[in-house]
C-alpha cells in the first residue's frame, strides 16, 4: 500500500468516550471489505503510590510534534501490515481513573495484520510520541510525573 | 540573534517556565545548549531529556540551525 493518509488529529481533549468505540464499528459495518477489527484501549488504573492512590492523569503534549509522530507511525503501520484502516485516539487534560486515554482502532481483511499491527501502534506510541502524563495523587493535589518504560 | 526554547512536562514544572528565548551563534551544538540549560538550571542535573530541533530529536553532536524552535522533553508517558 504506498497510498498516501491524510493526517488526522489524535490528541482530544478530556476521556474517550466509550460511545466512540461502539460509534467506530458501526462506522465500519459498511466497509465489507473488512474481516477483523483489532482495538487497544489504555485505561487509568489506581496505582498505591507510596503518598496515596492514582485518582487520574493529566495529559500533556508537545502537540504539534505529537500530532506528526502520530502521522509518521500510522504511516509505517500501514507500509508494515495490509490494513483496511486505522483510528487513533489520544486524551489531553485530566482522565480520571477507570477512564480511557488512548483509543487504537485497526481493520484489516484478516486478523493477523490487524493483531499485529495494534501491538506495533501501542509499543510505538509509547516511546515515540512526545506526551506527557501527571499521576495525581489522592485530594492533596500531589502528583508523580509518569515515565513510559 | 534568538531562538525559543520550550519546556514540557516534568522540566516546565521543575523551572516553572514553558518557553523562552535563549541567545543563538553560529556552530552552537544541541550539546552546548544543554549545558547552557543545565548551568542556568541546576535543578534540572538529574533530569533525562531529549532536544528536539523544529520537532525532531536530535543527536547531541549536531549543530542547531537558526531559526529553529528547540523543545526540551522529559521520558514520554503516553498510552
Redesign the interface.
Known sequence: MNKVHKPKKVLMQGPIDPQMVATSLVNHQSKTNIGAHALFLGQIRADQKDNGVVTGIEYSAYEAMAEEAFHRIREEAFTRYDLTCMHLYHSLGVVPVGQISLFVFVSSAHRRASLEAVDFLVERIKQDVPIFGKELIGATGDYIWKENN | MNIQI?Y???IA?RIGLSAENFDWTSGLLVSTLREQILAKYPILKDQIFKI?VN?KIMQEDMPIPFPAEI?C???????
Do not use: M
Not at chain 2, 522533553?73 to 498510552?79: K, R, S, T
Open positions: 520550550l514540557f512536562g516534568q514544572d528536539a520537532q523543545a522533553l522529559p521520558p514520554f508517558a503516553g498510552g
